[in-house]
């Protein structure tokens, strides 16, 4: 990359007729939409087992894609 002054890029923007597209925030929203079922709590917070193997865990991480309805898990 080239190292420019802002000023520069500024007066060139303006003589090509650019303009830099804003990032909109998005506002607070309490609603939470369509919620899934629950899934039943079967370990009822009791981890340890009596033999190997016989309780296994994972956890799943959701990711939204930007400008896609698409998502990475």
Known sequence: GYLVNHKRVQRLMKVLNLQAKMR?????????????????NLIQRQFE?????????TDVTEFTIPNSTQKLY
């Open 49 to 57: 087992g009596s033999k190997p193997m016989e309780k296994c865990y």
């Open 24 to 40: 909109q925030k998005r506002k607070y929203s309490s609603h939470k939409g369509d919620v899934d079922k629950k899934a039943d």
